[in-house]
């Protein structure tokens, strides 16, 4: 069962900017690690970038730091990521998902289990 619904893709010509946003109903924020993946075609999918709801530190993908930005709202329950000065080789589907990390918290990183996730939303950047 989908939980998350993201928002936001499109196509954009290089060089352009989209926002993306994952709302989260029933999730209470600061409970989770929140993160952003895309998959394009033939390859893998990958972590893009990722926020502690609790303390809201970040992590970025090598390739898209400087470019995107994540950010949240936690009484909106909603997950945003600014994607500025696309590229090509940004287009995939672009997904949210969550990872249960209870009160304790835990450092935002890709390499947790992310439980649920959403539906995806295409990101197509091209000339």
């Known amino acids: 069962q989908v939980q998350l619904v993201e928002s936001g893709g499109g196509l954009v010509q290089p060089g352009g900017s989209l926002r993306l946003s994952c709302v989260a109903p029933?999730?209470?924020?600061?409970?989770?690690?929140i993160g952003w993946f895309r998959q394009a075609p033939g390859k893998e999918r990958e972590g893009v970038s990722c926020?502690?709801?609790?303390?809201?530190?970040?992590y970025y993908l090598d390739s898209v730091k400087g470019r995107f930005t994540i950010s949240r709202d936690n009484v909106k329950n909603t997950v945003y990521l600014q994607m500025n000065s696309l590229k090509p080789e940004d287009t995939a589907v672009y997904y949210c998902?969550?990872?249960?990390?209870?009160?304790?918290?835990?450092?935002?990183?890709?390499?947790?289990?992310?439980?649920?996730w959403g539906q995806g939303t295409q990101v197509t950047v091209s000339s």
């Open positions: 926020i502690s709801g609790s303390d809201g530190s970040t």
């Open positions: 998902a969550t990872a249960w990390v209870g009160k304790q918290g835990r450092i935002a990183t890709p390499g947790l289990q992310y439980d649920y």
């Open positions: 029933g999730f209470t924020l600061d409970y989770y690690v």
